[in-house]
Each structure stands twice: as C-alpha cells, then as structure tokens.
C-alpha cells in the first residue's frame, strides 16, 4: 500500500495549483484524509482534511482559498489551490489516517511529498 502525490510545481502569487494523491494496493476502506505542509526547519503543520462521510476541516491560513475533495471509488483526495501566497510555499504531504487491508488496519499513512514553490 502506499500514496503517490502529483501536482506540485511553481506559480506565482495569485495563481493556482491542484494536488492529488492516490492510494494504490489493496484496500478495503479508507478514514480521513488530508494535506499537511512542512517547511524546512519547521514543524509539519495541517492543511486541510476531510473524512470518510465528507466532513472538512482547513487551517486558517488557508480557509477560503483552498479546498479539498476525495473520490472514494478512485482512492482518492485532492486540494485545489488557489489565490497561493508565497507563505504556500512548502513541500506538501498527503495523510490517510486509518486503513483497513487484508493484513489488518494501517495507520498514519504519508505519501512522499510535493514541492509547491509560490513567488512574488
């Protein structure tokens, strides 16, 4: 199992980017899912999150101008970003906190991460 992420790359403020991530291998269901960001140097920190019936959560810093969405029969959670800051520029992780597999559940599931790099 794990969580492949795309989407990233660079734009300008103002601009915007999507990111996704799918979850691959086999699995019979899937808890909430999220974006968190880290900044070299700093503290992982949440994005946003959605769980399994739908339910969003969002930073402060990025409520109004991102939004997250998941497609359970493709495995899948996106984050439409747009109206980016400079201060968006972070390496973007996708989360999955709980999933149920054939060998029992997993927990705490990280994708490997995508740049976004946002300039003024």
């Known amino acids: 199992v794990e969580l492949v992420e795309s989407g990233g790359g660079s734009v300008q403020a103002g601009g915007s980017l999507r990111l996704d991530c799918t979850a691959s291998?086999?699995?019979?269901?899937?808890?909430?899912m999220g974006w968190y960001r880290q900044i070299p140097g700093k503290q992982r920190e949440l994005v946003a999150t959605?769980?399994?019936?739908?339910?969003?959560n969002y930073a402060d810093s990025v409520k109004g101008r991102f939004a997250i969405s998941r497609d359970n029969a493709k495995k899948t959670v996106s984050l439409q970003m747009n109206s980016l800051k400079p201060d968006d520029t972070a390496v973007y992780y996708c989360?999955?906190?709980?999933?149920?597999?054939?060998?029992?559940?997993?927990?705490?599931?990280w994708g490997q991460g995508t740049r976004v790099t946002v300039s003024s």
């Open positions: 291998g086999s699995i019979f269901t899937i808890g909430a």
């Open positions: 959605i769980t399994a019936a739908g339910d969003t």
């Open positions: 989360n999955i906190d709980r999933m149920g597999t054939p060998r029992g559940p997993l927990l705490d599931i």
